[in-house]
C-alpha cells in the first residue's frame, strides 16, 4: 500500500488509511499521537487506531508546523491533544484522552518551552532570555564593584 497525503482545503491533510479493502480516509487534526511500529507508524484518534506505512520520522519532518512535537523516540503527539503534563521525581508524563505517554528526558525541557509558548503572553521573549543570550553590551565587568 502507497501512502498519499491529500491536502484539503482547510490545509488539514487528509491521510488514507486501509480497512479490509476499503480505504479510508482520516484528517491530520484528529490524530492525538503517532507511534513508531519500525517502518510503519500507528496513528491514534478518538476513535481507535490506524496503521499507515510511513516513519515517525517522516511524520515528525511533515507535521511539525501542524503542531506535533516529538516526546520520545517512539511517539510523536499533538499539541491540541494534551489534556495533563505531570513532572513528577524528574520524570515526564503527558495524558493523551485516556493514555499515559513517557517524555523522554532529552525532551522535557523542549516539550515545556513548547507548550509554555502557546500559553503564556510573551513567553518566548522570556525562555530566550534567560536561557543564555548574549548582551549585546558584552560581557559584565563585575571587578570593583
Not at 516526546?71 to 489534556?83: E, P
Not at 521525581?89 to 523542549?110: K, P, Q
Not at 503564556?120 to 564593584?145: D, V
Amino acid at each position: 500500500m502507497v501512502v498519499v497525503v491529500v491536502k484539503a482545503a482547510d490545509a488539514d491533510e487528509l491521510i488514507p488509511v486501509g480497512l479490509g479493502r476499503a480505504v479510508h480516509f482520516i484528517r491530520r487534526s484528529e490524530v492525538r499521537y503517532a507511534e513508531a511500529h519500525g517502518d510503519y507508524a500507528r496513528l491514534y484518534t478518538r476513535d481507535g487506531s490506524h496503521l499507515v506505512r510511513v516513519s515517525l520520522a517522516a511524520l515528525e519532518e511533515a507535521w511539525r508546523d501542524a503542531g506535533f512535537v516529538r516526546i520520545h523516540r517512539s511517539h510523536l503527539v499533538s499539541l491540541a491533544h494534551i489534556d495533563e503534563m505531570v513532572v513528577e521525581s524528574g520524570r515526564c508524563t503527558l495524558r493523551v484522552g485516556g493514555t499515559r505517554l513517557t517524555v523522554s528526558r532529552r525532551n522535557t525541557g523542549a516539550l515545556r518551552d513548547r507548550l509554555l509558548r502557546g500559553v503564556l503572553p510573551g513567553a518566548s521573549r522570556s525562555a530566550r532570555s534567560s536561557r543564555g543570550a548574549r548582551n549585546p553590551r558584552g560581557p559584565r565587568n563585575t571587578r570593583g564593584s
